[in-house]
């Protein structure tokens, strides 16, 4: 994990909330996704300061609307989702512009798409704040087993590597004169991917030897010690402490 990755949500910046060590908004986040999870689905009005506790935060962290929204488009499955539900639940029905639509359906449907759109907002907003590199060092501080950090380190860096693999072999395909227009061209593609699939396997024990005979013994080496000081972690976790009032408000009103 010695070089930085840039990735696509990620935006560049000096923000207060930019310079919060990585396990301090890491740990911010998910408090924050559990509280909105547990928040009963029937306190609207809660849903809606977590989205103004949210929006306070882009703010400070000075990202843009448009740049939250057009991130927010990936969790579309799950509105897609969520649109059915009425339709095909069960249980008591009521009458909406002339459809018949289940009413446990709808309160299922609006706890899919409010808790749904917080929590991948909430992790937009954490990547867009975090440069992949740092959330790594974040999760090793917080003492997440270390074989999976580093499945997750060498699955971000060799993954730009796999496919500039793939960008070579259609440009290769390509330069030969074959373009994929049909069924017929499948055993072609397929051909392709086994040799990426060998390509990478090979790699792969190449990296490792390289790795051992440098003194790999299962764990990778600590080279930056990231810490937090008492007034980061307050500042960290005044979204989550917030958003629990809200959510204690939310079970007793």
């Not at 009458?95 to 909430?122: H, I, M, Q, R, Y």
């Not at 954490?126 to 590199?133: C, D, G, N, Q, S």
């Not at 990426?196 to 190449?206: D, H, T, V």
């Amino acid at each position: 994990m010695g070089a930085g990755h840039a990735h696509r949500l990620y935006r560049h910046g000096h923000s207060p909330v930019h310079a919060l060590p990585p396990h301090t908004k890491l740990a911010a986040a998910f408090a924050f996704v559990v509280v909105v999870v547990s928040t009963p689905r029937e306190a609207v009005w809660a849903f809606g300061l977590y989205a103004v506790l949210l929006a306070a935060v882009a703010y400070r962290a000075r990202v843009p609307a448009g740049f939250l929204l057009k991130r927010l488009l990936i969790e579309v499955p799950f509105v897609a989702f969520a649109v059915l539900m009425p339709f095909v639940a069960e249980g008591e029905r009521v009458d909406v512009l002339g459809l018949s639509l289940s009413v446990n359906g709808l309160w299922g449907a609006w706890n899919v798409l409010a808790k749904g759109t917080l929590g991948v907002a909430a992790s937009v907003l954490l990547a867009a704040t975090t440069e992949l590199r740092e959330l790594l060092l974040g999760l090793q501080r917080l003492r997440l087993p270390p074989l999976l950090v580093q499945i997750a380190s060498f699955m971000i860096r060799y993954g730009d590597v796999i496919t500039d693999e793939m960008r070579r072999m259609r440009i290769a395909r390509e330069s030969r004169g074959f373009e994929a227009r049909g069924v017929r061209h499948w055993g072609v593609l397929a051909k392709s991917a086994g040799a990426l699939f060998i390509r990478s396997y090979e790699r792969g024990e190449r990296v490792h030897l390289a790795m051992v005979s440098r003194g790999y013994a299962g764990s990778m080496p600590v080279i930056d010690e990231v810490t937090a000081s008492r007034a980061q972690w307050s500042y960290a976790l005044a979204l989550p402490c917030a958003a629990l009032v809200v959510c204690l408000l939310g079970w007793t009103l």
